[in-house]
């Protein structure tokens, strides 16, 4: 058994041992090493964006001192959801190895399904445009500031 | 212009101009008052998942005490990005208005595209199955252990 998801399964007995949140554990691997090891603190933490990923980046971005995680690598308990896995691609981390699939999770009672069900009718009713050109002078004065984009 | 939409615009410019992050602004609203608002701190913090929803999110949920801001609508200077966007479905909000759309935000420079274009191939050398077994036997411990699902 690969050494690194099975510090990720640990971790996440240890959140559920606890009822942290869901079985989801995470460890995030740089060189060969485990720079940083969390679990699903949802419930813990009241927080929604707390999946066992999220706070995995956290701390290692924490521990690196940057935002950027190239030559990192993410063994997780199960498939990324959409949020995680754009907290893995902002993160600019190489790969991901994930033990248990969205429908394992899906079978568990966890609801990763209606991210890719929503439909175009469904969609346009939750996410709507508003006041873009306000927005579009915002982006200006940005890009006019010379800012780093990352 | 719509007030909400002006509160999340007014926090960008907080943070563009502390050079905190991009020029992303969101505010949460529930019952018509806003009750968390937040910018981009990724450079701030060194941190690739403090986009401005995400940071909402975190301090709405912090402040009212729960990982369900149900019958919360947020507002956000920029269309979310798959991260925020999945953050936002496991808040249960209830709706979303975006300013500046996801091209807008790829022409300043942000690279939200990616997210989208990632082909099945690249997908695949991205994102590997490890050890589903395992993570099967944890997936059923937590099952059988009656653990609350959310």
């Keep these: 058994m690969n050494k690194y998801m099975k510090a990720a399964i640990n971790e996440a007995y240890r959140g559920i041992k606890n009822r942290e949140g869901g079985p989801f554990g995470a460890v995030i691997v740089k060189d060969g090493k485990i720079i940083s090891r969390a679990h699903n603190q949802v419930l813990k933490n009241a927080d929604p964006t707390c999946h066992g990923e999220m706070q995995a980046i956290r701390r290692a971005a924490r ?75 915002l982006f200006g004065d940005y890009k006019n500031g010379n800012h780093e984009v990352y």
Tied chains: 1, 2.
């Excluded at 993410?74 to 994930?98: K, S």
Aim: proline share 3%; net charge negative; glycine share 8%.
């Design 63 to 137: 521990k690196l001192g940057t935002h950027d995680l190239s030559g990192c690598e993410i063994y997780t308990t199960a498939e990324p959801c959409p949020m995680c896995l754009g907290g893995i691609m902002w993160a600019n981390i190489d790969r991901v190895f994930y033990g248990c699939n969205t429908l394992d999770t899906e079978s568990i009672g966890f609801r990763d399904k209606r991210f890719y069900e929503q439909t175009e009718k469904e969609r346009a009713e939750f996410v709507t445009e508003c006041d873009r050109d306000a927005c579009l002078k």
